[in-house]
């Protein structure tokens, strides 16, 4: 018997929490989705058209030379924490439909910065365009 990967995801998922109807947003692997389902089927509402949020994630961290360890996003979270400058990062909404190239495009365009490279040699803090500081 053939199983889908992505539905035995959330079939897990209705199982631990008992839920009829969910709205799931799936992030797995090269997938980005939101998926509803109801009367015994499911539905995708809208999904990512080109990159998935965690490819994103795993080349955004690699640009920063962020550790993969424990994960990508984690290191990229605390190091937000950290952070000092509001960056606007560019964003493309369509319907349900996600974009996360823009992002990542945007990220390797300010890693290229001589402000970011400067300071990222240097070990200091880096100051990045935008930064009023």
Same mark, same amino acid.
């Given at each position: 018997?053939?199983?889908?990967?992505?539905?035995?995801?959330?079939?897990?998922?209705?199982?631990?929490?008992?839920?009829?109807?969910?709205?799931?947003?799936?992030?797995?692997?090269?997938?980005?989705?939101?998926?509803?389902?109801?009367?015994?089927?499911?539905?995708?509402?809208?999904?990512?058209?080109?990159?998935?949020?965690?490819?994103? #994630?795993?080349?955004?961290?690699? %640009?920063?030379?962020?550790?993969?360890?424990? &994960?990508?996003?984690?290191?990229?979270?605390? $190091? +937000?924490?950290?952070?000092?400058?509001?960056?606007?990062?560019?964003?493309?909404?369509?319907?349900?439909?996600?974009?996360?190239?823009?992002? #990542?495009?945007?990220?390797?365009? %300010?890693?290229?910065?001589?402000?970011?490279? &400067?300071?990222?040699?240097?070990?200091?803090? $880096? +100051?990045?365009?935008?930064?009023?500081?």
């Amino acid at each position: 018997m053939g199983v889908n990967h992505c539905i035995g995801h959330i079939e897990m998922g209705r199982v631990v929490t008992h839920s009829d109807n969910p709205v799931v947003l799936y992030v797995s692997g090269g997938n980005t989705q939101v998926i509803a389902y109801a009367e015994h089927r499911y539905r995708i509402f809208g999904e990512t058209i080109d990159i998935a949020v965690g490819n994103c #994630l795993d080349r955004v961290a690699r %640009l920063l030379h962020l550790s993969n360890d424990p &994960a990508p996003g984690y290191n990229i979270e605390q $190091a +937000a924490k950290q952070g000092m400058v509001l960056l606007d990062l560019p964003y493309t909404v369509k319907g349900m439909d996600m974009s996360f190239s823009g992002l #990542l495009s945007y990220t390797e365009l %300010l890693t290229k910065h001589p402000l970011y490279v &400067a300071n990222s040699n240097s070990n200091r803090k $880096a +100051a990045l365009p935008g930064d009023a500081s």
